[in-house]
């Protein structure tokens, strides 16, 4: 079963930082580009960051360019997105999600992690 | 980024037809046949209901279908259900620099 598994979130101050987790399983993790998604509270869903199946490739939503970064480990099956100068607007749920065959539609996507910037 | 546009709202009767609509511009939904949209329940993660303007995935119902013209894509639910009632969001490819965006969601309610 495609299984994506995202953990990190919590609380964290205005300024702080924080690192998401996205643990795949049961595909070839090395061969898929991925992304990932937020959802503020009571709202719609907003693209935030993507990464080629290599890595080589990254794009960011400039609402959080230069202060989030994403990253994989193809060995670990993991994804990553290190979050810097966190704001009260970054709060929302996180989601990692796969792009399908290379093309730009996500599927599956993981149960979310939430993360709340508040001091 | 300016998310696509979409209505708040819409709602149906059980067995009745729906159509979301999905307005962006010629920088995104007009210039590729790359929108996606999505279903999400409360609480619960989003769904891949229709690819590439109107493939579905295996697995959904042929109750969902969708269309573009011009700027603005659509999503069609015939034969509404309950557990049709969730959220609906619609997303685009737009280009090397904006790259992806979502439309602001749409909540169905079934009567």
């Known amino acids: 079963e495609v299984q994506l598994v995202e953990s990190g979130g919590g609380l964290v101050q205005p300024g702080g930082s924080l690192r998401l987790s996205c643990a795949a399983s049961g595909f070839t993790f090395s061969s898929y580009e991925m992304n990932w998604v937020r959802q503020a509270p009571g709202k719609g869903l907003e693209w935030v960051s993507y990464?080629?199946?290599?890595?080589?490739?990254?794009y960011y939503a400039d609402s959080v360019k230069g202060r989030f970064t994403i990253s994989r480990d193809n060995a670990k099956n993991s994804l990553y997105l290190q979050m810097n100068s966190l704001r009260a607007e970054d709060t929302a749920v996180y989601y990692c999600a796969r792009d399908v065959a290379a093309a730009p539609w996500f599927d599956p996507w993981g149960q979310g992690t939430l993360v709340t910037v508040s001091s | 980024q300016s998310a696509l546009t979409q209505p708040a709202s819409v709602s149906g009767s059980p067995g009745q037809s729906i159509t979301i609509s999905c307005t962006g511009t010629?920088?995104?939904?007009?210039?590729?046949?790359?929108v996606s949209w999505y279903q999400q329940h409360p609480g619960k993660a989003p769904k891949l209901m229709i690819y590439e303007v109107s493939k579905r995935p295996s697995g959904v119902s042929n109750r969902f279908s969708g269309s573009k013209s011009g700027n603005t894509a659509s999503l069609t639910i015939s034969g509404l259900q309950a557990e049709d009632e969730a959220d609906y969001y619609c997303?685009?490819?737009?280009?090397?620099?904006?790259?992806?965006?979502f439309g602001g969601g749409t909540k169905l309610t079934v009567l």
């Open positions: 990464i080629s199946s290599s890595g080589s490739t990254i």
């Open positions: 010629s920088s995104d939904v007009g210039s590729y046949n790359l």
């Open positions: 997303c685009s490819y737009a280009g090397s620099s904006t790259f992806r965006v």
